[in-house]
């Protein structure tokens, strides 16, 4: 590493480190008895100095970031999984060099951390996620009277068919979501652009999961669990705390700015956008052409944008129709 990136990297850390010890307090109020702020603060720093992108961010945004992960109770880039700081560019925003594009931290929590939250409810009594394979004994039907009977296989299991998340209330109340390998795909290509790198190629967990569920590497699925937990979750009673996780989470897949949480210091909400933001004055970037699938669904900005179009063509033949009455 060079003299000067030594040297911005030092001093980036130094702000964060200020600005955390700064907002010690708040740390400490919002922590489980088991967390203190010195050990947060310290996994903190960890992860931003061994981390390129991350040090390329906002220093604010990277102290927002840690001080929201801090309110839920979760842990950052740490092998429990609760939960990451994810580099983010934010178009909608101007750099000091008054051009469009800053890079701002955002927290994005993971299965673990999602699952943390959801078994804290004083709701719940069991929630689970696992993945079926062919050669298990598997069974279900929703309803009335939903029941769900897995039984894994004994010897040699076959390739992974889907995923089902299950929860069981402290009054006996149950119910689950199961989807297919199919199913939780199509939905990470509609609602997770950041799945995917410039090239088209899965990325990052999702890449990692993908060869562990379609080519029986060693991994914890833990995307493909992600994604139906969180359907599941629409199902069940949440605290507000797995209600925010869920919200900051997608925010992250949909590539959207965050919005913190109103515990976060409100000096700590760095802007979504700028006052005088419009789509003509962001840079523009072209979709990534993903490589690993035929065909892409269309995407609910492509879907909206294909209306519009329609509802300006209809609009002009209306008015081209109503001048040709005229002229009769």
């Keep these: 590493m060079s003299t000067q990136a030594l040297q911005t990297t030092s001093a980036t850390v130094g702000q964060v480190s200020s600005l955390l010890t700064q907002y010690k307090d708040q740390i400490a109020v919002a922590l489980p008895k088991h967390m203190t702020p010195e050990r947060m603060i310290r996994i903190a720093l960890t992860a931003i100095s061994g981390n390129k992108a991350l040090l390329e961010c906002q220093p604010?945004?990277?102290?927002?970031?840690?001080?929201?992960?801090?309110?839920?109770?979760?842990?950052?880039?740490?092998?429990?999984?609760?939960?990451?700081?994810?580099?983010?560019k934010n178009n909608k925003i101007k750099g000091p060099d008054g051009k469009w594009g800053v890079k701002q931290a955002q927290f994005v929590p993971g299965y673990r951390g999602l699952l943390k939250l959801v078994r804290n409810s004083n709701w719940l009594s069991m929630v689970d996620a696992q993945p079926v394979h062919e050669g298990d004994g598997f069974d279900y039907a929703k309803g009335l009277s939903p029941y769900l009977l897995h039984k894994r296989a004994k010897g040699e299991r076959g390739p992974v068919i889907g995923f089902w998340a299950g929860y069981i209330?402290?009054?006996g109340a149950k119910n689950f979501e199961f989807m297919t390998v199919e199913e939780i795909e199509a939905h990470r290509d509609r609602y997770s652009p950041?799945?995917?790198?410039?090239?088209?190629?899965?990325?990052?967990?999702?890449?990692?999961?993908?060869d562990a569920v379609h080519n029986g590497k060693a991994g914890g699925m833990w995307?493909?669990?992600?994604?139906?937990?969180?359907?599941?979750?629409?199902l069940m009673p949440m605290s507000i705390e797995a209600q925010a996780a869920v919200g900051l989470d997608d925010h992250a897949e949909a590539g959207l700015p965050q919005r913190f949480t109103v515990d976060v210091p409100l000096e700590l909400q760095?802007?979504?956008?700028?006052?005088?933001?419009?789509?003509?004055?962001?840079?523009?970037?072209?979709?990534?052409?993903?490589?690993?699938q035929a065909a892409s669904p269309t995407s609910e900005l492509e879907a909206a944008t294909e209306e519009f179009v329609l509802s300006e063509a209809d609009k002009k033949a209306a008015e081209a129709a109503d001048a040709k009455r005229s002229r009769k």
Aim: charged share 25%; net charge negative; glycine share 8%.
């Design 60 to 88: 604010l945004s990277l102290c927002a970031a840690v001080v929201q992960a801090s309110i839920l109770g979760l842990e950052i880039n740490t092998p429990l999984g609760e939960g990451y700081l994810i580099p983010f």
């Design 169 to 171: 209330l402290k009054d």
């Design 194 to 210: 950041g799945a995917y790198d410039r090239d088209g190629k899965l990325t990052g967990a999702w890449a990692d999961d993908y």
């Design 223 to 234: 995307m493909y669990k992600k994604t139906v937990l969180k359907q599941l979750m629409k």
């Design 270 to 292: 760095t802007p979504t956008e700028d006052p005088d933001y419009q789509e003509s004055s962001a840079p523009e970037i072209a979709p990534p052409q993903r490589k690993s």
